[in-house]
Structure formats: C-alpha cells, structure tokens
C-alpha cells in the first residue's frame, strides 16, 4: 500500500512538474528525458543541478535511486538526495524522506522523523498541489495512529524549530 501511495506522489509532482509553459533548460530536457524513460540523459542532465544545489534535480535523483531507474537501487542515495531538497524546504523529497523513514529503507526506521517531515512538507505544498499535499495528510494521519502521544508531541516540536538551509 504505502509502495502505490508513494509512487502515486512521485507520478503527481513529476507531472505536475511538466505541466507549466516554461523556457527549456537543462531541468526541463532533464525532465523530459525521464518521461521518456530515458535515465542516463537524465541522469546527465541532473546531476549538476542537483549538486549545485537545485532542489526539485534532488529530488528527482533521490526517486531515481530510490526505484533503480536508470541505475541500481540505492536507498542510502536515495536518501541522501532527498535529505538535500528537503533540507531547502522542497515538500515533494520531504514527503518521500518521510516515506524513508516510515518504512526504514537507507535509514534506521524513525516516526518521529517521518511525522516530522509529513508536517513540514503539508506547510509547503502549493495551492496547485493540493492532490500531493492530501496524500501528505493520509501519511502523517495514519503514522499519528501508531505513535504515542509523547512520540507525536516530539515531532510537532521539531518541525516547529525546524529551518531549511540557505546554503
């Protein structure tokens, strides 16, 4: 279940991702070769933006390792790309970290962290991206029923004090 919720997520803030008009650029033909199903040019297309700091690149890369499109799965890549574009407040890779940290794939397993993220990421989403911020509800909602109360106090206050990185 949480396997079709998450790629449900990836599909939707891909998509939406090509839905405006905009100049092409690296990003854009990057995202255009992963629709086709072409990872190594995307791969080639993202990875400089991803390491020069561009969020949704992240975010892309962190999905890719995740699912093994275009190389072997990697979940501690995966992870790692991930915990980049969320650290900059892009909701997207906060709700598939969260997902990580749920389950504990390329993490130790940590609710605490994952409500975290799900309550960050349900700030940030845009009024367009209403679909992905529900899921994002759906996920924390259902993690709270299996937390403590304690639990669940913790994570409200971390993502209280929580601030994305400016680097």
Avoid: C
């Amino acid at each position: 279940m949480k396997e079709r919720i998450k790629a449900a997520l990836v599909s939707l803030v891909l998509s939406m991702s090509l839905a405006a008009p905009v100049a092409a650029g690296p990003f854009e033909d990057g995202m255009d070769a992963y629709k086709r199903g072409d990872y190594a040019a995307a791969l080639q297309l993202l990875r400089p933006l991803a390491e020069r700091g561009n969020a949704p690149s992240q975010y892309v890369l962190g999905s890719m390792f995740e699912n093994g499109r275009g190389m072997a799965e990697d979940y501690v890549e995966a992870v790692k790309w991930y915990r980049m574009a969320s650290e900059r407040g892009y909701a997207p890779s906060m709700v598939s970290l969260g997902f990580m940290f749920e389950i504990g794939l390329g993490v130790p397993q940590n609710y605490v962290e994952a409500h975290k993220l799900f309550s960050l990421a349900i700030t940030r989403f845009t009024a367009a991206e209403i679909g992905a911020r529900d899921l994002a509800v759906k996920s924390r909602d259902s993690l709270a029923s299996q937390m403590t109360a304690a639990q669940v106090a913790e994570a409200q206050r971390l993502a209280r004090e929580w601030k994305p990185t400016t680097h």
